[in-house]
């Protein structure tokens, strides 16, 4: 309601209220007031229509239950004279079979004279529903057992046409006896007869083809025998599904393919087999038959589709097909590790590392060494194309063999080097020999740890793609190829390697670290030789036994002995032939200097990077190592005069410069014992504490000092 008029100077509340009772909504109202009195009324007359017909209902419901007491006894014997008259027409009807049964019998054997296959035919069909008709009586099995003999009889006469047309393919008359079969319920004999009639045609071209090939060649029996398969299946489905009405034809093909696979003769594991034995290379052949087998299979599910959840038994029958395909490789894939070792232990054999120059044994061997992470990556390779890195666990097995193998060759040539170390001074280069021999051990200690990265991420990229159950039939697992016992080994190394993070040639890698150790101080022995033979004979030296003359007077005229000074003259010579290192660099030596991690290595230095600082490591450890020896060679001296006690600490003064020139960190235990020997007798004790106590004791027996009360 609009109210502004009421805020108007010169609102008239009698003029506001007129005008409101003269709109329209006001007649409306009186107009509804006005029609109730008549809506009352047609409300009352409606309810009295409505009870009048709740009587009606009432009344007829009861006339109807009336009728239905005063004629359920009729009814009964209505329903009972019905069934009656059913069974008088069936047993009419059983009479006229019976009568039909006598009569077709005795006519079939006629028919069967003449013959005339649609005609047998007709009268079976006749006599089946006849029987159909006769299962109560009391002879029913025998008719039966007599019904199914005609049949075997009719389908032995149709047998020749049936082959006959299948073998052709002919689709008319292949149709016409499929009809006649299905009409006398034998679709299973029918399906028998077409798998019977192309296993057949089937396994004369696998004779052919594989009596008329050459086996150790590549593998084109087994792939045009698979291609003969494939362009057969993709022509057979439609013909199969206008023959075998009401048949799945996809299904019917699968189990035709696995019939023909799983029957052939000779097997097809059988000629892969002997094709194998032929072979110069196996695994190649091996591997272009999983090729063609691939290939074949892939060509079977793009004919025949996949099955789909539920339908199982086309999965089982597809399944079965996959596994009749790859069964004739599991024989030849428990020989995988076999192959592979045979093939890479040829390359070592042809490489003829070890010769009678060891210069040239050495530069094969290093050379050899650049190869092996290839090598590893090649047979890798062919597993992956083999088995998809299933057969990962016997490829480490292999590489392990293959490095064991070339880890005896470079123990060899350790054990030549070492044996060459009593002429180290007279030649040279048997000094650059051992340098070259460290380096090869490095270099094979890089090349396996090269391996194992280069093989972890084949191995992991492999195993994520790993499907232990078949979720589609045509699914690749690894049960397919490998025995139960490979499958769990496979299984362990997935859980190792990517859960673990363990190593796949963990044996390799300790035990090419273990040669390098090896190697490396079987150099070093031949390096400290000159300075070794030397020092062997000093506790045997006569100047110990001089017993002339006094310390005070002596002191001066004490000059270095002959034996250290040769041991100071090749000391020197080290720097000049450690030069190449410093032009030519090798990561190789400072790889195996940092395995070798010898007790050498003084003050715990270990080598860098830098070649430099390799220099510089084996410059320590020779020089580390003249002081051990030379201490323990002083310490066998069993009795020495005070006079050679000057002399010894001037020979040990002496090698200590050349030391420290050459740059050694230390010369312990050399300069504790040079300490000890020149301490006077009387303060021997107060110098002794912190020093060695069997250096101090041995020391002490030398100089003849009491002991300390």
Known sequence: MDLTAFSQENFNPKDWIN????????QQ?????????RVLRDIESLGHEVAVLKNQM?????????VEHNTAASMQTLVKLDSLKGRLVASSQALREADNW???????????????????????VALQNCLGILTHVPDYEERVAHLEGLKVRLEALASPHIV???TQHNLDESVKYARLLRSLGRVSQLESYYHKCEIGQLGTAWRGGVEGSHLGGPPMWLTSFYDKIALLTSQQVRWCGQVFEGSDANLLLSQLVASTLTSLDPTVSRVISAAAKQQEEPLAFLISVKTASDQFLRDIESTLGTAKPGQETYFQSQRIVVQAVYSPLQDQVMKYQEYEEALMLSHLISADIVKADMAETLRRLREYCSKLSNQADVAAERCLQLTSG?????????????????????????RHVEKQKASITDD????????????AAGELVMAVDSMEHSLATMFTNAAAKFTWEPTTPFIATPDLLLSTQAVTQLKKLVVKVIDEDGRLLENSMTESQAQCQNTVEAALHTIMNPISSLLIVLPDLPAWNSRQGTSSHLSFSFSPQEYITQIGQYLMTLPQHLEPLLVNHSPALNRALQEANTSCSAG?????????????????????NTCKLYTDAILKIPDISTSMITQLTTDIDYICNILEDLGVSTCEPLDKLNTLLKAPADKYWKVAPGNNPRLIAAVRQMRNIPVQS
Do not use: H
């Open 19 to 26: 005008n409101v009772f003269r709109s329209q909504e006001a």
């Open 29 to 37: 109202n009186r107009d509804v007031v006005g029609s109730l009195p």
């Open 58 to 66: 009432n009344s007829v419901r009861q006339d109807i239950e009336k």
């Open 102 to 124: 006598t009569t077709l019998s005795t006519d079939i054997e006629e028919v069967m004279d003449s013959g005339d296959l649609d005609a047998i035919a007709s009268k079976l």
């Open 164 to 166: 006959a047309a299948f």
């Open 390 to 414: 299933w057969t990962f666990p016997a490829l480490t097995a292999a590489l392990t063999t293959y490095i064991e193998q070339f880890t005896s060759r470079l123990t060899q040539a350790a």
């Open 428 to 439: 040279w280069t048997v000094f650059t020999t051992c340098l070259n021999l460290m380096q």
């Open 604 to 624: 715990g230095r270990v080598v860098s990077e830098s070649e430099i600082s390799a220099a510089d490591f084996l410059i320590n450890s020779v020089g580390q």
